[in-house]
């Protein structure tokens, strides 16, 4: 009787532990959730435009990146770094509380989160691109495992200036990437 009285209580024992860490527990986020979650992160980062290495920060150091209309094919993180190069830009916002994008939709699953948007006013270079059809843009980012964004496809309505120099630099020199873009080490 002392055994099954002692077993009882362990039962009971273990029980209210099993509660109390069911309790404790967050139940975790699905994978759709997470990716939400990062990729909304991302867009209100790069929406603020001021801190690069966290922007930085949310991709791995092998990702891929393709800007379909401006026909570029970049294949690590170091590139890409290069490409939008934050930090030496002549990009300024009107003021300095701005968004920069303004996010419309964001649609995610397990791994793949796809923002349809349109950029606000800004100063390039000192000249203003405020074009009146509202720089739209679609951007597609692929996650890995880890929730670090591996690939990204940008698609933006630039500016009829921006267009002007892509179509100039294509009919000059092919579909490459453009000397500017200084991708050696």
């Known amino acids: 009787m002392k055994l099954f009285s002692i077993l009882i209580s362990i039962l009971i024992l273990a029980s209210c532990q099993n509660q109390s860490l069911e309790t404790k527990l967050p139940i975790s986020k699905s994978k759709t959730e997470k990716v939400q979650e990062v990729a909304s992160e991302y867009f209100a980062t790069f929406s603020e435009r ?4 966290k922007l930085l920060s949310f991709y791995r150091a092998d990702m891929t990146f393709d800007d379909v209309l ?36 964001l649609v995610a699953n397990d ?17 203003l691109v405020d074009s009146k059809w509202g720089m739209k843009f679609t951007i597609w ?16 309505e630039y500016d009829d200036k921006v267009l002007e120099s892509v179509i100039n630099r294509i009919r000059k020199d092919g579909l490459r990437i453009p000397d500017w873009l200084d991708l050696s080490r």
Do not use: C, M
Request: no cysteine; glycine share 4%.
């Open 141 to 156: 980012l692929y996650f890995d495992e880890d929730f670090k964004i591996k690939h990204q496809v940008d698609w933006f």
């Open 50 to 53: 001021k801190d690069w290495q």
């Open 70 to 105: 401006l026909q570029i094919h970049l294949d690590s993180l170091w590139q890409f770094e290069r490409f939008y190069n934050w930090p030496d830009t002549g990009f300024h916002k009107l003021t300095p509380d701005q968004e920069h994008l303004v996010i419309e939709s």
């Open 111 to 127: 791994s793949v989160a796809v923002v349809n948007g349109h950029l606000n006013p800004f100063y390039y270079y000192g000249e």
